[in-house]
């Protein structure tokens, strides 16, 4: 569980980095951070369902990296909607894990799954750190 989690840290970083970076970055930055999605961090989580052969990532019940796997997708699939049209077994991780009545009440519209970015708060991020 550890594991899967640590390695979805990096993809997460990537998603979460995009929406405070200074406009002339953003366009490259999209193109890099789909690209690693699609072609290193999905394709290791679809092995890995292929692999184990059950509903969840690691034993038979929910865990952490569950739950945190369907982040990173939702997430992902905000910036391209499209995105697990590779990944059929993906796909069906994401509509089983959704379903899960707690996890299904959290996604309802108007729940608080995470703030909005607002621009004060951009600009107030990128003269930190950039």
């Known amino acids: 569980i550890d594991m899967y989690v640590e390695g979805m840290f ?3 970083e990537l998603l979460m980095k995009h929406g405070f970076l ?3 970055q953003k366009e ?3 193109a890099d951070m789909m690209g690693k999605t699609e072609n290193r961090y999905f394709p290791v989580f679809e092995k890995v369902l292929k692999d184990h ?3 969840f990532l690691v034993g038979n019940q929910l ?3 569950d739950v945190q796997l369907l982040e990173i997708i939702l997430m992902a699939e905000e910036f391209k909607p499209d995105i697990l049209a590779k990944f059929p077994l993906l796909q069906s991780f994401k509509a089983r ?3 899960i009545p707690t996890i299904k009440k959290f996604l309802q519209p108007g729940s608080p799954r995470k703030p909005l970015i607002r621009e004060d708060e951009v600009a107030k991020v990128i003269s930190i750190f950039y």
């Open 10 to 12: 990096d993809i997460n």
């Open 28 to 30: 490259q930055h999209f």
């Open 22 to 24: 200074p406009a002339d």
């Open 53 to 55: 052969g059950k509903d």
């Open 97 to 99: 894990i959704s379903k």
């Open 63 to 65: 865990s952490r990296a």
